[in-house]
C-alpha cells in the first residue's frame, strides 16, 4: 500500500485499519465544543443544558475550529469535580472572557486552587490532564490548532510551547493582549470571528516561514491512519528513516517522540468512541473498546486512562457525563495543515 504525502507516496509495508479523520476531541482547556448544532448567524449556533455556544467553520488552513461558548454550572460550586482537559493531538488557545482561567498541574493544586492563570491560554502538546477549576460561569472563545501547522501560523513549532498551559501574551507577543481586550468588549457572536481574525492576521507574518519536514508530515499521517498501532519501526521504514532519526525529528517539532505519539493517538481514538457510545446512551464495554483499538484487555485501557486521563475511564465518565450531554468533548473537523 502506498501513501501520499505532499505530491511524495510512501510505501507502507504493514497492514492498517481504515483511515481515521483527525476527530480528537478538543483538549478542552476551558469551554465546551457543541454537539449537533443549528444554524445561526456568522457559524453554527446551539444550546443544550444551558451552555451556548457559537462555531464557526474557520478558512485558516491548519485551524480545526473555532467556539464561541458560555455556560452556567449547576449544583453547588464545593461539589464539583475539577475539569480535566485530557491530552489531544491538537493545541488549543483559549480567549477567557469571564476571568482568567485557572490551570492546575495536578489535583493537590487543583484542590487548593493554585496553579497558572492565563487571560490568553495556549495548551501546548502534553501527555497529561490539565485540571480546571469550574466556575459558575464560564465565558470565552476557543481555538483548535493542529501542531503541524505551528509553525506557519503561530511563527514557532509546538516544540516551543515547552509548559503545560501558557500566556498567549508572553509567546505570541502584545498582539495577543489586545485581542483579549477586544474580545472582552465585544459582543458574544462577535467574538469567534475576532480571533479568527487575529489569528489570520499573525499567520500572515508567517506565511513564508518553512513548515515541518515531509518525514514528519508522512509519519504524522500514517499514524494517523491506523489510530496509533502502526509500528514505530514500520512508520520509520515507511518515510525512509531509522526510528531513531524520526523520533529525533518528532520530538524537534512536537516535543514528543513518535513512540510517544502513537500512544496518544491510540489512547485519543478509543477515547473519542468511549465519548461517542455515552453521548448515544449506550454501554461502554470496556473490554470490547479495549480490544477495537489494540490494547491488550481493559486493564490495558485502564492504565492508558491513568495515564494520560488520571483516572479511570469509568471514574472520567462519571465526572464528565453531563458534560458529554451537554455537547462537549464533540470531535474537531479535519485541520491537517
Known sequence: MEVEVDGTRWSLTTASSPPLDLGAAVAHTGGMPPTEPGEGPGGELGQESGITFLRRTPALPGVAAVYGYAGVEAGSRSRRPPHRGVPSTLLTVVVAVDAPLLCSATLEEWADHRGETHAVCLGGFHLQPVYLQRPDAQEGVQVAVHPLAARRLLG????????????????????????????????????????????????????????????????????????????????????????????????????????????????????????????????????????????????????AYRRFAGTSPTEWLAEEFRNIQAGGHAPARDSSP
Open 156 to 303: 514557532l513549532p509546538a516544540s516551543a510551547l515547552t509548559e503545560l498551559t501558557q500566556e498567549g501574551g508572553g509567546v505570541l507577543g502584545p498582539s495577543m493582549r489586545r485581542l483579549h481586550e477586544r474580545v472582552v468588549s465585544s459582543p458574544p457572536a462577535e467574538r469567534p470571528l475576532l480571533v479568527e481574525e487575529a489569528l489570520s492576521a499573525l499567520a500572515s507574518r508567517h506565511e513564508r516561514r518553512q513548515g515541518p519536514r515531509r518525514e514528519v508530515v508522512g509519519a504524522w499521517r500514517l499514524l494517523e491512519r491506523s489510530g496509533g498501532r502502526m509500528r514505530v519501526t514500520d512508520t520509520a521504514s515507511a518515510v525512509g528513516l531509522t526510528s531513531r532519526h524520526l523520533s529525533s525529528l518528532m520530538k524537534a517539532e512536537l516535543g514528543i517522540g513518535t513512540k510517544e505519539l502513537a500512544d496518544l493517538m491510540r489512547f485519543e481514538s478509543a477515547h473519542s468512541e468511549l465519548v461517542e457510545r455515552a453521548r448515544r446512551g449506550a454501554a461502554p464495554r470496556l473490554a470490547d473498546l479495549a480490544h477495537t483499538h489494540g490494547y491488550a484487555d481493559h486493564a490495558h485501557l485502564d492504565r
